[in-house]
């Protein structure tokens, strides 16, 4: 179900803790929470729905992708450039990096490791940013 967006920077700022199993429907929420913002927003994490739990959802192309506990477990090719935030005002400078291995739990709480580049590995840097408590 679509939650709404918080703008809590004293919130937002805190770490996410661990998902456990038990924490399905907060992905769910997440991802139906990011399909309904589609025009506005290509990533979100938990705690931008009020949820201090260390989930992100995304695009992957056209489809929208949810990781739980995800870890970039490597990342090479780093480059500048300015992000927005839906829960932050205004654009702002950052480093990102175009190749990343994520470790992650995909739905059904099976253990995944995979690469991504591009876009997409600058949403998951974003968001897994989130989850650790960092603003852009």
Do not use: W
């Not at 938990?46 to 959802?57: E, L, Q, T």
Request: glycine fraction near 6%.
């Amino acid at each position: 179900m679509q939650q709404e967006i918080i703008h809590d920077v004293m919130f937002l700022s805190k770490k996410s803790v661990p998902a456990q199993k038990s924490d399905i429907k907060i992905a769910e929420d997440l991802r139906d929470t990011l399909i309904a913002n589609r025009g506005i927003a290509i990533g979100l994490a938990a705690n931008m729905i009020g949820k201090s739990k260390r989930i992100i959802a995304f695009y992957a192309g056209m489809l929208p992708m949810v990781m739980l506990n995800p870890t970039i477990i490597e990342k090479s090719d780093d480059y500048d450039v300015e992000e927005g935030c839906l829960s932050l005002a205004g654009m702002r400078k950052t480093k990102r990096y175009n190749n990343i291995v994520v470790e992650y739990r995909d739905l059904d709480f099976n253990k995944k490791t995979q690469e991504f580049t591009g876009l997409i590995a600058e949403t998951i840097q974003h968001e897994v940013d989130h989850c650790n408590g960092i603003l852009i």
